[in-house]
């Protein structure tokens, strides 16, 4: 999960409305700041909410496991053996 900040005034305004965005099937938060400063990130922390990112099972940012390997073969079939239901309720 990623937090982003205004770059013009980068402190966090107390209070702040926050704001949750998760991306959609193969694609990771990078999608939501590819376009710098006119990113749907930097307009929302600059409209003065508090900006949040996750990233679903898989992506660079979030391939840690207890147990389980994606890149091993032998763990990919049980690693990625989940739904959207389980995105949601436990991710």
């Known amino acids: 999960m990623f937090r982003v900040r205004d770059p013009v005034s980068p ?3 107390k209070g702040a409305k926050a704001v949750f965005v998760q991306h959609g099937l193969l694609a ?3 999608d ?3 376009q ?3 990113s749907l990130s930097v307009k929302l922390a ?3 909410y ?3 990112f996750g990233n679903n099972r898989g992506t660079r940012y979030s391939r840690g496991h207890t147990h389980l390997n994606p890149d091993k073969s032998a ?3 049980a690693y990625y053996n ?3 239901y389980e995105l949601g309720k436990f991710d």
């Open 11 to 13: 402190r966090f305004k």
């Open 46 to 48: 600059q409209a003065g």
């Open 50 to 52: 508090d900006t949040w």
């Open 28 to 30: 990771d938060c990078n």
């Open 75 to 77: 763990d990919q079939k």
């Open 32 to 34: 939501f700041i590819l």
């Open 36 to 38: 710098g400063s006119n």
């Open 82 to 84: 989940y739904s959207f």
